[in-house]
């Protein structure tokens, strides 16, 4: 019966997530990129918003109901709402803001570290920031309040990254958001400089009275793009020691419409108040190939190495392999089926009942309608 039920589940899934053999081919992809979809504009206001809903077989029914590691299609073998939101934006010219918000799985997971003294409120605020851009100062501008971190090779939203799962490092080797002043200016024509300083990782209010320094150089061309993130500052409750360090860096290569890549790097690490520090180290790959106007293949591979068990809490390596096939329906409407295998050199994955396994395999259907994106 449960075999049943899961073929019923995945073949109605699979009618929306795949185009129909009797429709037309897919037209051939444009010489260049298709312009970006128009903004929905009420005055000088743009509006945008999406609406992210999957569903994820896991292989070792999990009792618990929840895919190991994941982050954020962590429900298994059940439908599930990621994440719907509505964002304002009104650009610098020379005063702007942003406005995120949102509510599902996703943004409870976001925010699982805020201090339970913060206010409530936030916990559905992904970003809420004002801007400030100086005339004659080269395009300095600055942003306080509540925003996304600089690291990282993927974002919050799925249709933005090129898997629907995000991947290992992601997930457990950077921030989410912080809340402080950030400052970007661009440098000549492909380098971009940027600082910033904010009460620390995850939290609005500062559980200490240290900040956290953020530093970040990009370079950009047509081709290559090569961004660079350092963290450090104190995140401990109640003490200014121990530093927690992050360097994170993305090298992305563009070599045409059809053929994307990335390599993503982390190293972390967090000192003890006493002797002693945890360290995590990871690396990723991936690679995007647009096969047509409407469809694309897209590959990932990781290697996570939580040594001392700070981000998991078990220390030990894990890898992850996974491949998405993209299928975009019309301008804001796409679905995403993806498999994905995740493995670690101990027994780590829930299995059933009782009992763990060393591996997990997944197989998961994403739905996404966006608009104003």
């Known amino acids: 019966m449960r075999f049943r039920n899961l073929c019923t589940c995945l073949a109605v899934f699979a009618c929306l997530a795949l185009p129909s053999r009797a429709q037309n081919a897919p037209p051939p992809p444009p010489a260049t990129p298709p312009p970006a979809d128009a903004p929905w504009t009420i005055g000088d206001i743009k509006f945008s918003g999406l609406v992210d809903g999957y569903y994820s077989y896991n292989s070792n029914h999990p ?8 982050n954020f299609d962590v429900k298994a073998n059940q439908f599930s709402l990621n994440m719907a939101k509505v964002s304002l934006m009104h650009a610098a010219e020379p005063i702007g803001f942003q406005l995120d918000l949102g509510f599902g799985r ?25 801007s ?6 080269g395009g300095l501008q600055l942003d306080f309040g509540k925003f996304v971190t600089s690291a990282g090779a993927e974002v919050i939203e799925s249709h933005a990254n090129w898997n629907y799962s995000r991947s290992l490092l992601f997930s457990w080797a950077i921030p989410y958001y912080h809340f402080g002043l950030r400052a970007t200016e661009p440098i000549g024509k492909h380098f971009t400089g940027g600082f910033q300083l904010v009460n620390g990782w995850n939290n609005v209010e500062d559980l200490n009275s240290g900040k956290t320094i953020g530093v970040v150089g990009n370079v950009t061309t047509s081709k290559v793009s090569w961004m660079n993130n350092y963290y450090t500052g104190p995140e401990k409750p109640g003490t200014n020691k121990g530093f927690r360090n992050l360097y994170d860096t993305t090298l992305l290569l563009t070599p045409s419409s059809k053929l994307n890549a990335y390599l993503n790097f982390d190293y972390g690490r967090d000192k003890n108040v006493g002797a002693g520090s945890a360290q995590w180290v990871g690396f990723a790959a991936a690679a995007k190939f647009q096969m047509t106007g409407a469809s694309a293949l897209a590959l990932r591979g990781e290697w996570f190495n939580d040594r001392d068990g700070f981000n998991t809490g078990v220390a030990q390596a894990y890898k992850e392999i ?18 994905r295998r995740d493995w670690a050199d101990k027994k780590f994955f829930e299995r059933g009942t009782g009992g763990l396994r060393a591996e997990q395999n997944t197989l998961t259907i994403g739905i996404i309608g966006y608009f104003g994106m």
């Open 106 to 130: 996703a943004f409870e997971i976001v925010h699982q570290f805020e201090p339970n003294t913060g206010p409530s409120f936030m916990r559905n605020v992904e970003q809420a920031f004002v």
């Open 132 to 137: 400030w851009k100086p005339a004659k100062t």
């Open 322 to 339: 996974t491949a998405t096939y993209e299928y975009k329906w019309t301008k804001g409407l796409l679905s995403r089926i993806e498999y």
């Open 63 to 70: 009792a618990s109901g929840n895919n190991g590691l994941y």
